[in-house]
């Protein structure tokens, strides 16, 4: 057996132990985000540190931990902190949580993310639906022995956000009087922010928001045969773009100011989700 496939089987075997709970919908909350998780009537949490082998939050803005439960009507699982590559986890940690939560039986994946905004019509506070992603500066998630359980080895990515999806968190978002924006997402590994020159470069790619996530997650998840929407909360303008320095502290303060419509936006969004 494929030794990543086992350290996930052992992981699932834990889990189940805890809970029979079957989510259908799985979410990761971004920095800043994880306000929604009062939104969600909680069945069941379980630490990461809990489980065997599975990589823990060492951001101290995660709180670690899978919340099983109900929200707009729906079985979710949400991310209560996410891992990333920065914090010195190979790609295959990285999207464990990911893997885990389509094998515990969850069909669409909602990616959310605190994104420093590129182009010149995103604003802090704004939120961005990712439509498309550039992901060549961080090592694929699936270099390696292939998990057959989970996919094929060369899965396509020409379309990663789901297009019937993004319709939705359109409609969703024109409901609740929230602006909305489209763009790529672009992940870098960090947790270093971009030069000038770096970012300059990144527009020239089609870039609208750069960030350290997201990207890799969205990967795994088209491999393992997850439906994928992903949105960004502009939290900063991105170095070059504005002449204030950038700062883990201006990202979590942006986010918590737009928390409020993040959690009407995803909860009207879970509940209009097939």
């Not at 350290?212 to 949105?231: D, L, N």
């Amino acid at each position: 057996m494929n030794k990543n496939y086992e350290n996930l089987s052992i992981c699932l075997k834990q889990i189940r132990a805890k809970t029979d709970f079957i989510p259908d919908i799985a979410i990761v909350l971004g920095s800043g985000l994880n306000r929604f998780t009062q939104f969600i009537e909680p069945e069941c949490i379980i630490d990461y540190s809990t489980l065997q082998g599975f990589p823990t939050s060492t951001n101290q803005r995660h709180n670690g931990r899978f919340i099983f439960g109900y929200a707009g009507g729906k079985n979710v699982v949400a991310m209560d902190g996410r891992v990333h590559y920065y914090e010195g986890y190979s790609m295959n940690q990285v999207v464990m949580p990911i893997r885990l939560m389509r094998m515990l039986g969850a069909k669409t994946l909602i990616l959310s993310n605190a994104a420093g905004g590129i182009h010149k019509d995103l604003n802090i506070g704004d939120f961005m639906i990712i439509t498309d992603q550039i992901a060549s500066f961080v090592p694929s998630p699936l270099i390696g022995q292939n998990i057959e359980e989970l996919g094929n080895r060369f899965p396509d990515m020409s379309n990663i956000y789901d297009k019937k999806i993004i319709s939705t968190i359109k409609q969703c978002a024109d409901k609740l009087n929230i602006n909305i924006k489209e763009g790529v997402y672009l992940q870098t590994s960090g947790p270093n922010y971009e030069t000038p020159a770096e970012i300059r470069a990144y527009q020239s790619m089609g870039a609208h928001v750069v960030g350290m996530s997201t990207a890799c997650e969205a990967i795994a998840a088209i491999h393992c045969g997850f439906k994928v929407c992903g949105i960004s909360c502009i939290t900063n303008k991105a170095a070059g773009i504005s002449s204030q320095p950038l700062s883990d502290e201006e990202v979590a303060m942006a986010a918590a100011k737009s928390s409020d419509d993040f959690c009407r936006l995803m909860d009207a969004l879970i509940s209009s989700i097939e």
